[in-house]
């Protein structure tokens, strides 16, 4: 059965077989998103990353018309994509929740706000560091300012910046609306401008 | 066509060269041209500083990764909308200015790396062998589930589904906790709304297939990590003490040097790549013990001892049996003894040092970095029986090499019962 057949099937009606095809397919799916999502709230134990993966299925299925309905898919990933967003999205609204009850109630809280604790000791304690980054980072500015030019200046300036400032992979890169590019073509943007902006630093141009 | 070894590096080669992380450097091997490059680029007066020059660069331009979180913005967007941009169904014109802004924004930029990390369609061997080991991943509970949602046709979401095999039972959540509203708070998240934008944007997203070939993956390892850290330790050992898995190198400098104050362009590049990745790990995996043990080392090389404390007594909380938190605790406390003003401090960060390592030391009698160690804190209290009987027995288990040549030095010093240097 194609995508577009299995959706449009489990859209349209109540077939288990449909159904079970579907969480078949996507469970993998939903599975790695559950629990990265969950793991950054600090809490991926097996039961609750399953405890998840049935939630957005349900939530999945209880919304299926308005939801798979509407969707023509013309390529596979794109509904990766927005299984991948729904499922991460209901994941993050689970542990805001719980978070915020938790603060409400006073109980001692494990969530991102301790994870990032240590981070936050260092962001207080490192404030030549940050001037040093920012310098480093004006520096580079400059250097790419004079590599980057033409129509799509603005985009290449971006994916640059997103892979060297934000960590953002290539492929991650090539995946986000409005680049327009496949990975082999972020990579070359990356390239290009890596090597210019080097030998800009290097003094060697 | 083979290179000629005498002619200088090409743009290419250079280019090439530089780009490479250390790790891929010493994995490659497959074109001999490259090798050569190399070779030639290791003994040449020209092109051998030049290249050190451009990865010197390449590793400044890696290290730029927003290595802590920033303060949020009136200007940045909603955490929320980072979700969608990654998952690629936001609309161009939506993402496009929140993508410039991402890439100038230290609060933000992280957050839409994060999101691209959880959305990642790729699958790693971890995370498959975790998903295949879950209830979940049997057909009996996936058939189960089918069959038990079509059955009751509407079922409300949030309710459990009794499946097969499962650890999860119905009721084994709270009635609150499993309520929608309160567990779920999908119903003020608006699923109708979502599906507007969603359905048409995502049918056109534009997904790109095919590997990186010399861009280096962001997703680091850790290993990889705990091997640069190594690698620059052995190259400018910035501390007495040793740690697990660094090959012997001298101490770099008299101590003072280290610390804040030392800049970050003396510091090697691959403490600098270690340092990138760390950055891209935590935001990861910021409760992983492996992780925060690799930011408490890299803190360690740069002097800032408190840092590195702080992210080891948190790592020891996950992993409280690994014996290898203890000893870089052990380290951490030493260091902060020896910058410590307060000798009443001092004297606690020093015991905590000992007590770290004794507790190493019992379980694991015949741990060499531990035994190093104690002996080297043992000669630096001036304990010098203790320290002689250390080095004594660290040179039985480890007669032969740098790191037994340095112990024979220093169990020389303690017979004399101070330094000689």
Known sequence: MSLEELIKACAEGDDPAAWEEFIRRFHGLIAAVVRRTARRWGSDSPELVDDMIQETFLKIYAGRRRLLSAFKPQHPEAFYGFLAVITANLVNDYFRTRHSQKHGSGQPEASIDESTAVADAAATNRPAEDVFRNLQLGEVERALSSCIGGVERERDRTIFWLYYRDGVSAAAIARLPSISLKVKGVESVISRLTRCVRERLCGEH | ?421
């Open chain 2, 1 to 421: 066509m083979s290179r000629d070894p005498q002619s200088h590096l090409s743009p290419d080669e250079l280019a090439g060269l530089a780009q490479e992380t250390e790790s891929a450097w010493q994995a490659a091997g497959a074109d001999p041209n490259r090798d050569q490059a190399k070779a030639h680029a290791e003994g040449c007066g020209v092109c051998g500083p030049r290249l050190r020059n451009h990865r010197s660069v390449q590793a400044r331009l890696r290290s730029m990764v927003s290595p802590v979180a920033a303060e949020r913005k009136r200007d940045c967007p909603a955490e929320e909308k980072w979700t969608a941009i990654a998952g690629g169904v936001s609309p161009a014109a939506e993402a496009k200015p929140m993508l410039e802004h991402a890439s100038r924004c230290d609060y933000c930029g992280p957050l839409l790396r994060a999101a691209t990390e959880d959305l990642d369609p790729e699958i790693s061997a971890e995370e498959e062998e975790f998903i295949r080991q879950l209830p979940s991943a049997g057909a009996e509970w996936q058939r189960a589930l089918a069959r038990k949602m079509t059955a009751a046709s509407v079922a409300p979401a949030g309710e459990k589904v009794a499946t097969p095999g499962s650890k999860t039972e119905p009721g084994r959540l709270t009635e609150k906790e499993t309520r929608p509203s309160a567990h779920w708070p999908l119903a003020g998240w608006s699923l109708a709304n979502w599906t507007l934008w969603a359905a048409p944007v995502a049918a056109a997203a534009v997904v790109a297939v095919g590997g990186a070939i010399w861009i280096e993956r962001s997703s680091p390892s850790l290993s990889s990590t705990n091997q640069l850290i190594a690698q620059a330790y052995s190259e400018q050992r910035p501390i007495d003490l040793r740690f697990p898995g660094a090959a012997y190198g001298p101490v770099r400098q008299e101590r003072g040097e280290s610390g804040p104050s030392r800049s970050r362009m003396d510091e090697p590049p691959q403490l600098l790549e270690a340092e990138a990745q760390i950055a891209r790990g935590l935001a990861r995996h910021p409760q992983d013990a492996g992780w925060l043990q690799a930011k408490a080392r890299a803190d360690l090389f740069e002097g800032h001892a408190q840092l590195a404390i702080d992210a080891l007594q948190q790592a020891a909380a996950l992993r409280p049996q690994d014996a290898s938190l203890q000893l870089d605790l052990a380290t951490a406390y030493f260091e902060r003894a020896g910058t410590a003003r307060d000798p009443v401090q001092q004297a606690a960060d020093y015991a905590l040092t000992l007590h770290s390592l004794n507790a190493v030391l019992d379980k694991s009698p015949n741990d060499l970095v531990a035994l190093f160690n104690r002996a080297e804190v043992y000669q630096q209290l001036k304990e010098y029986s203790e320290a002689v009987a250390d080095w004594r027995r660290y040179l039985q288990l480890d007669p032969a090499g740098e790191w037994a040549n340095a112990a024979k030095r220093l169990l020389g010093e303690s017979q004399g019962g101070a330094p000689t240097n």
